[in-house]
T-cell receptor
Framework: GQQVMQIPQYQHVQEGEDFTTYCNSS?????IQWYKQRPGGHPVFLIQ?????EVKKQKRLTFQFGEAKKNSSLHITATQTTDVGTYFC????????FGQGTRLTINP | KAGVTQTPRYLIKTRGQQVTLSCSPISGHRSVSWYQQTPGQGLQFLFE???????NKGNFPGRFSGRQFSNSRSEMNVSTLELGDSALYLCASSSTSGRATDTQYFGPGTRLTVL
């Protein structure tokens, strides 16, 4: 079945460093969505990308959708302790499939 | 608008018992999906209901079942509980059914512990 692979599984950074998580699919995606789950919380929708090559920014977060619509990335510039959590990508052709998530921890 | 609500928030059961979890979607949302989240497995899709019909199903044994009522509220049942069923069970609602472009709005989850 359709799979969405996400790497890395874990990432530990010093506060102020940048962070990037990548999402890959073997099939073309109609869209890619990103969610954030804080420790002890539930996933919360961040953004959706639909167009090939699309780039969207939310303050220090930059989201990209690949030209072939098979991959995506989330980049956080100058991480802060509030960025701690697990970031999930989700995409699909017919139905939404979640990646395994990247757990981000930050050393203050 | 009130968010997705799930009850109970925490549950402790013993092996062999059965459990029923409840989810109330955002008002106006007709699609409810259920996910199992464990530390090593991420978010595993269980099933999706839309207008009282199961539209999609994940790769879980028949011990996991669900239903949706006419008011869009959904219940999930797990029979003959096993230790491995210990997990956070998340419910998510969306306004339409089964489309990959639908945004999922998650509830706080039910933390199930099986002893």
């Amino acid at each position: 079945g359709q799979q969405v692979m996400q790497i890395p599984q874990y990432q530990h950074v010093q506060e102020g460093e940048d962070f990037t998580t990548y999402c890959n699919s073997s099939t073309t995606l109609s869209n890619i969505q990103w969610y954030k789950q804080r420790p002890g919380g539930h996933p919360v929708f961040l953004i959706q990308l639909v167009k090939s090559g699309e780039v969207k920014k939310q303050k220090r977060l930059t989201f990209q959708f690949g030209e072939a619509k098979k991959n995506s990335s989330l980049h956080i510039t100058a991480t802060q302790t509030t960025d701690v959590g697990t970031y999930f990508c989700a995409g699909g052709a017919q139905k939404l499939v979640f990646g395994q998530g990247t757990r981000l921890t930050i050393n203050p | 608008k009130a968010g997705v609500t799930q009850t109970p928030r925490y549950l402790i059961k013993t092996r062999g018992q059965q459990v029923t979890l409840s989810c109330s979607p955002i008002s106006g949302h007709r699609s409810v999906s259920w996910y199992q989240q464990t530390p090593g497995q991420g978010l595993q899709f269980l099933f999706e209901y839309f207008s009282e019909t199961q539209r999609n199903k994940g790769n879980f044994p028949g011990r996991f079942s669900g239903r949706q009522f006419s008011n869009s509220r959904s219940e999930m049942n797990v029979s003959t509980l096993e230790l491995g069923d210990s997990a956070l069970y998340l419910c998510a609602s969306s306004s339409t059914s089964g489309r990959a472009t639908d945004t999922q709005y998650f509830g706080p989850g039910t933390r199930l512990t099986v002893l």
